[in-house]
């Protein structure tokens, strides 16, 4: 008996293991795509041939019928096929020879995501340069590999509960972690461990915290206007590769778990967190600043109308209904055959994705687990160390506001590394604020400004009330407030930022107050 060979060639489908002209012209006419009046006419291009997981051919439409038509057509010709129509790619000829008539065909030999692929930076080394070639994310039906690029991403991440939003986000994070020039920023909704291991390199991360939340989004919102401002100098309408450097690196601001900040009644929070996101994702692009809010409660009260708006590129993991496919993807994207409630259960990570580059394609992320992290983590830390980029290295305008305004560092995952960020005392903020003047000193008019930020109800400035009644109440407040603490520390005349002498606190004062107080 002859050797048998040791793995046997994969096979097509039936109807399409002899795919040529007699097969495609049985398969158009099926389909409606050609009268079978006219059927003759379809001429093959060449002869069948494999092409990556699956088999390409092309053929000449009947004069005066562009292959434009089918393209309309491909689930009625997948059906013809006797594959799913995500199986199949079909393409107007655009080489050199071609016409308008030519139709390129390409089917999978078998389903193209029954297997995970692992991602493409398990055991890389070295920089990624996002902004021209992107991060990894995913691949294609033909095993290709899907890049997102770092320059106007604005991504809405939706679906059910396990079925693959953090790998997609993971995918992303280590991406744009190998590109020094990109800030990460986290802020985790579902308070897990889930991204703990990113916190040496997370520029900002907090778990489970609107108020901060809400506070990031107006240092953000300020530093839109200084980005601004820098390229009007340079008389540029938008951010350019050249420039990315000097206006401090593209800010990646994550959201995982939308819901926990936009949801109404959440928090007293929620009407402005979802005003400024709106803001940021209407003008953030041009400026280098992109947002990705990931959900598994992909509701229009969650991801409210001008916010979904301007996260133009969508990605749709399995959802409970069309209904939540089309919050997701567009209205009426089910109906064209883009429903992501059909997606397999049991393919974690596969997704619709919308995007202005790539139309709205099928792809599943790459796989990687924890253990595939750390290495990529590792190799990412020491890129950005050895680029002076890592948090704490470089001036950071969002994080320096946030420090002034509430005392409490977000950097790293805050003092603890977890994203749990714990408020200081009163004498710590007002050492801190002391501090970070470099003059020794902080005006009334600072510690103000900075209480304000961060408790605006209480503190902030209110309807009707003039300047000087304001700082009356205000400085009513805080001497109260230092006098519950049974520390003996006035208000002196001190220097302010201009020069001039007016009411304020010595650093020296505040700190002899904190360690009596301790």
């Keep these: 008996r002859p050797d048998e060979p040791a793995a046997a060639p994969m096979q097509a489908p039936t109807r399409t293991s002899h795919l040529g002209e007699e097969t495609m012209r049985r398969v158009l006419v099926e389909a409606g795509v050609v009268p079978e009046k006219r059927a003759a006419e379809i001429r093959g291009v060449g002869l069948p041939h494999t092409e990556g997981p699956g088999i390409a051919y092309a053929v000449d439409l009947p004069s005066g019928m562009p292959a434009v038509i089918a393209l309309g057509k491909k689930k009625e010709i997948a059906s013809a096929l006797v594959v799913h129509s995500d199986w199949l790619d079909l393409g107007v000829g655009r080489g050199a020879g071609t016409s308008e008539s030519r139709l390129e065909i390409w089917v999978?030999?078998?389903?193209?995501?029954?297997?995970?692929?692992?991602?493409?930076?398990?055991?890389?080394?070295?920089?990624?340069?996002?902004?021209?070639?992107?991060?990894?994310?995913?691949?294609?039906?033909?095993?290709?590999?899907?890049?997102?690029?770092?320059?106007?991403t604005m991504i809405l991440v939706g679906g059910a509960t396990r079925r693959g939003k953090g790998v997609l986000l993971a995918n992303l994070n280590l991406g744009a972690a190998k590109d020094v020039r990109v800030n990460l920023r986290l802020f985790d909704g579902k308070a897990s461990g889930e991204h703990?291991?990113?916190?040496?390199?997370?520029?900002?991360?907090?778990?489970?915290?609107?108020?901060?939340?809400?506070?990031?989004?107006?240092?953000?919102?300020?530093?839109?206007?200084?980005?601004a401002d820098?390229?009007?100098?340079?008389?540029?309408?938008?951010l350019t590769e050249d420039l990315i450097e000097a206006i401090g690196g593209i800010e990646l601001i994550d959201i995982d778990e939308l819901a926990t900040y936009t949801a109404k009644g959440t928090s007293p929070y929620v009407d402005e967190i979802v005003e400024s996101l709106a803001q940021i994702g209407a003008v953030g692009a041009g400026l280098g600043v992109l947002l990705v809010a990931a959900t598994q409660v992909p509701e229009v009260d969650v991801v409210r109308g001008r916010l979904r708006q301007n996260l133009i590129s969508r990605a749709a993991m399995n959802t409970e209904s069309p209904n939540a496919s089309n919050t997701i993807l567009g209205d009426g994207m089910a109906g064209q055959g883009y429903d992501a409630?059909?997606?397999?259960?049991?393919?974690?990570?596969?997704?619709?994705?919308?995007?202005?580059?790539?139309?709205?394609?099928?792809?599943?992320s790459f796989f990687i687990d924890d253990d595939d992290k750390a290495p990529i983590i590792a190799d990412a830390?020491?890129?950005?160390?050895?680029?002076?980029?890592?948090?704490?290295?470089?001036?950071?305008?969002?994080?320096?506001?946030?420090?002034?305004?509430?005392?409490?560092?977000?950097?790293?995952?805050?003092?603890?590394g977890n994203g749990r960020i714990v408020r200081v005392t009163l004498l710590e903020r007002l050492e801190i604020l002391a501090k970070s003047t470099g003059r020794g000193n902080v005006t009334n008019a600072e510690?103000?400004?900075?209480?304000?930020?961060?408790?605006?109800?209480?503190?902030?400035?209110?309807?009707g009330e003039t300047g000087h009644g304001w700082s009356?109440?205000?400085?009513?407040?805080?001497?109260?407030?230092?006098?519950?603490?049974?520390?003996?520390?006035?208000?002196?005349?001190?220097?302010?930022?201009?020069?001039?002498?007016?009411?304020?606190?010595?650093?020296?004062?505040?700190?002899?107050?904190?360690?009596?107080?301790?």
Aim: glycine share 10%.
């Design 196 to 227: 703990n291991a990113f916190s040496s390199l997370l520029s900002t991360f907090v778990k489970k915290n609107p108020e901060r939340l809400a506070l990031f989004l107006r240092a953000v919102l300020e530093d839109l206007d200084r980005r």
């Design 341 to 364: 409630s059909l997606i397999p259960l049991d393919q974690p990570g596969r997704f619709w994705f919308k995007s202005p580059d790539l139309g709205t394609v099928s792809l599943r």
């Design 447 to 463: 510690v103000f400004a900075a209480f304000a930020a961060t408790d605006s109800v209480k503190y902030g400035r209110q309807d």
């Design 230 to 238: 820098f390229l009007d100098e340079r008389g540029k309408a938008k």
């Design 108 to 152: 999978a030999r078998e389903d193209p995501f029954a297997s995970a692929h692992a991602s493409p930076l398990i055991g890389h080394k070295g920089k990624l340069d996002l902004w021209n070639d992107g991060a990894p994310l995913a691949f294609g039906k033909r095993g290709n590999a899907v890049l997102v690029r770092v320059r106007d």
């Design 381 to 416: 830390y020491e890129l950005r160390k050895a680029a002076g980029r890592l948090p704490g290295q470089w001036h950071d305008p969002i994080e320096a506001k946030l420090m002034a305004w509430t005392g409490v560092s977000s950097a790293a995952g805050g003092e603890r």
């Design 472 to 518: 009356i109440r205000v400085g009513k407040i805080l001497k109260d407030e230092l006098d519950h603490l049974g520390v003996d520390i006035e208000a002196k005349k001190v220097a302010g930022p201009d020069g001039q002498r007016t009411l304020g606190y010595l650093l020296t004062d505040v700190t002899a107050a904190r360690n009596v107080r301790n």
